[in-house]
């Protein structure tokens, strides 16, 4: 059963027989590094580090009392809290863009090649 769902229903020719999904995705959708993966991994990256960070100071100045409290330690470690939404909102918005690059180099291959686009999802 697992040799079924791992072939595709669309002969890739006369000579080639039927084409693997794995054949497909390296071949086809092949796809290398561009500024929506930077923003990804940056936002995403930057978010999780950057609320950790936030967490462990603001933990430090409640433990620690009034006067770390007061310091510029519990801002910053705020700041760094509420900076995590606007990096995770980036790195969401960058993978979304990923996947939708993927979906249409996929119906555009399939196009090109004569297959039905919903054959290709």
């Given at each position: 059963?697992?040799?079924i769902r791992e072939r595709t229903y669309f002969p890739a020719g006369k000579d080639k027989g039927f084409v693997?999904?794995?054949?497909?995705?390296?071949?086809?959708?092949?796809?290398?590094?561009?500024?929506?993966?930077?923003?990804?991994?940056?936002g995403i990256g930057a978010g999780l580090l950057g609320g950790l960070l936030g967490f462990i100071l603001?933990?430090?100045?409640?433990?620690?009392?009034?006067?770390?409290?007061?310091s510029n330690i519990g801002l910053i470690g705020t700041s760094?809290?509420?900076?995590?939404?606007?990096?995770?909102?980036?790195?969401?918005?960058?993978?979304?863009?990923?996947?939708?690059?993927?979906?249409?180099?996929?119906?555009?291959?399939?196009?090109r090649n004569g297959f039905d686009y919903r054959q290709c999802k």
């Open positions: 059963m697992d040799m693997t999904a794995a054949h497909v995705d390296q071949d086809a959708f092949e796809s290398t590094w561009s500024w929506w993966h930077v923003g990804a991994s940056l603001t933990t430090l100045t409640w433990l620690a009392g009034n006067e770390l409290a007061a760094l809290i509420v900076g995590i939404i606007p990096l995770m909102i980036l790195g969401a918005h960058s993978l979304d863009k990923i996947d939708s690059i993927k979906a249409s180099k996929r119906i555009e291959y399939c196009k």
